[in-house]
């Protein structure tokens, strides 16, 4: 796995939009909706200093999903990623910010896995497929049993602006439900 891993080539095609999965070392910690506020806080600051679109996003207790629209002639998503996970572990109690050597040396946070899956969405249909993945995900992992019942997501966002009915999700595709397992 490590070899697939070290040769693992990423795309940066600029203006394009890109899926993520985005994890916690210790996955049994639930840091991401024990520091919600602090998540929210550092997603805001990201946007704000490196403009994208949140296509959609779900917060899970030990990782998250998002979808992000690229600027035109942007293809750092990277740095994005990178700078979300530095400014969440910086607004974190310092128990959580003690890192082994090898991390500090890196400049990676300790709570974070070092690396991210990154997938360029290819048109449409991927799109979709994605967003209903993301929505539904809180559900196939057991924390709710209606997508509507996920509070941190921008899902209600997608309903306030007429993309979703408030009780979407109900029924999943089985090719939705295995795109990724995590």
């Given at each position: 796995m490590d070899d697939i891993m070290s040769n693992y080539r990423r795309d940066f095609s600029p203006g394009a939009t890109y899926f993520f999965t985005v994890v916690?070392?210790?996955?049994?910690?639930?840091?991401?909706?024990?520091?919600?506020?602090?998540?929210?806080?550092?997603?805001?600051?990201?946007?704000?200093?490196?403009?994208?679109?949140?296509?959609?996003?779900?917060?899970?207790?030990d990782h998250f999903h998002l979808i992000m629209q690229l600027p035109e002639n942007d293809s750092d998503y990277s740095?994005?990623?990178?700078?979300?996970?530095?400014?969440?572990?910086?607004?974190?109690p310092t128990y959580y910010r003690n890192m082994n050597l090898s991390r500090q040396f890196k400049r990676e946070a300790g709570i974070w896995q070092r690396r991210f899956w990154e997938h360029l969405i290819r048109d449409d249909r991927d799109?979709?497929?994605?967003i209903d993945y993301v929505y539904y995900n809180p559900v196939k992992h057991g924390y709710v049993s209606q997508v509507m019942d996920?509070?941190?997501?921008t899902f209600h966002r997608d309903v306030k602006n007429g993309i979703f009915e408030l009780d979407w999700g109900?029924?999943?595709?089985?090719?939705?439900?295995?795109?990724y397992l995590d």
């Open positions: 916690i070392n210790q996955r049994s910690d639930g840091l991401l909706i024990k520091y919600i506020n602090e998540f929210k806080q550092a997603y805001q600051d990201v946007v704000s200093y490196y403009p994208f679109e949140t296509i959609a996003l779900t917060v899970l207790p740095k994005r990623i990178s700078s979300l996970k530095y400014n969440f572990s910086s607004l974190l799109l979709d497929n994605h996920w509070k941190y997501s109900s029924y999943i595709s089985e090719s939705v439900r295995n795109l």
